[in-house]
Nanobody, 116 residues
């Protein structure tokens, strides 16, 4: 059974940092692209960042480039999202995701709120 569990969200002031973690189990983690999505209130879900199985290649949505990094530890079956210079517009529920053929797997999400 595939399981993804996000953690690390919280309330942070503008300009602050958070590190999200997504612990996974039930699949061959090191063989899959891993993604972070977010959904802000009243907005559609947005792909924030992706990382290839080796960790050598990453992509980011333009709005977070230069501020966020994505990384993974294949020995721990965990993917991370380091978020720096946070802005109020980064406020959202953040979800970890992976896809296998027609199947999408999601965690329960972790809330990030950026506010003074």
């Amino acid at each position: 059974q595939v399981q993804l569990a996000e953690s690390g969200g919280g309330l942070v002031q503008p300009g602050g940092s958070l590190r999200l973690s997504c612990a996974t189990s039930g699949f061959s983690f090191s063989r899959y692209v891993m993604n972070w999505y977010r959904r802000a209130p009243g907005k559609e879900r947005e792909l924030v960042a992706s990382i290839t199985p080796s960790g050598l290649n990453t992509i980011f949505v333009d709005s977070v480039k230069g501020r966020f990094t994505i990384s993974r530890d294949n020995a721990k079956n965990t993917v991370y999202l380091q978020m720096n210079s946070l802005k109020p517009e980064d406020t959202a529920m953040y979800y970890c995701n992976t896809q296998s053929g027609p199947y999408n797997y999601w965690g329960q999400g972790t809330q990030v709120t950026v506010s003074s």
